[in-house]
């Protein structure tokens, strides 16, 4: 139950940074700056006063809770693996294991520096720091995929569902950088159409964590200290 508290926090951390974000931005509150899509880009709304110290403030908190689900889920991996009878492969499975908290908390790191960058100041430290998010979240979701496939604790139809939408945010975040940079007389639809690709793909990559209370519903955390010197 209290990982299902975690996920609901953190989604409703992001629907209220974009929910607020976008319509700071639409009611043209944000000061200043040049916007040739009707349609604006996450960046966008958090790139100028006061959308970038609001959007920016949430952004962080929902990081924070996103790097407690990741170690949560890592958790509930861990005893998957303790308890399977393939303990020939439990090896193989615990460094895929480690490997996806690593790109996970990597991927969080670059949503901090999403947040900390303004795009209009730094436009290659920003565009950096996003594709280390959206392509490092897409990864360590890959690897979720795969533990999940190999330990066989989930049914087939969760593990279509994440599988569906680990490759369209992963699609997503490619086609939106095309999109973006294309040039000619359709630049404007192009333009806007990258806009809403990418806030797609934003919204599947967090729709992949609201399948994971589901199966630890039963998982209960409780938390130990102990002092070793008086033990």
Not at 65 to 88: F, H, L, N, P, W
Not at 92 to 99: F, S
Not at 155 to 180: D, E, H, P, W, Y
Not at 185 to 200: D, G, H, M, R
Request: glycine share 8%.
């Amino acid at each position: 139950m209290m990982f299902a508290y975690v996920i609901g926090a953190l989604i409703s951390l992001v629907v209220l940074m974009l929910v607020t974000t976008y319509s700071l931005f639409s009611a043209g509150v944000d000061e200043g700056g040049y916007y040739p899509s009707a349609v604006p880009f996450i960046s966008d709304t958090i790139d100028r006063e006061p959308g970038k110290s609001i959007g920016s403030f949430l952004l962080f908190l929902a990081i924070m809770t996103a790097m407690g689900a990741i170690t949560m889920r890592g958790v509930y991996y861990d005893m998957q693996i303790r308890k399977s009878d393939r303990q020939e492969n439990s090896g193989k499975l615990k460094r895929i294991l480690r490997a996806s908290i690593w790109v996970g908390a990597v991927s969080l790191f670059g949503g901090l520096g999403v947040g900390s960058f303004a795009e209009h100041l730094n436009m290659t430290v920003h565009t950096v720091f996003a594709g280390v998010f959206f392509l490092g979240i897409s990864v360590y979701q890959s690897l979720c995929i795969a533990l999940d496939y190999k330990l066989k604790v989930e049914g087939k139809k969760t593990i279509r569902c994440r599988l569906a939408l680990n490759c369209a945010s992963l699609i997503g975040v490619l086609l939106f950088q095309v999109l973006m940079v294309l040039r000619g007389p359709t630049f404007e639809i192009t333009y806007n159409a990258s806009a809403v690709v990418e806030l797609i793909s934003f919204a599947c990559l967090f729709a992949f964590f609201c399948t994971f209370p589901a199966s630890m519903k039963n998982i209960k955390f409780t938390f130990e200290v102990n002092d070793r010197e008086s033990a």
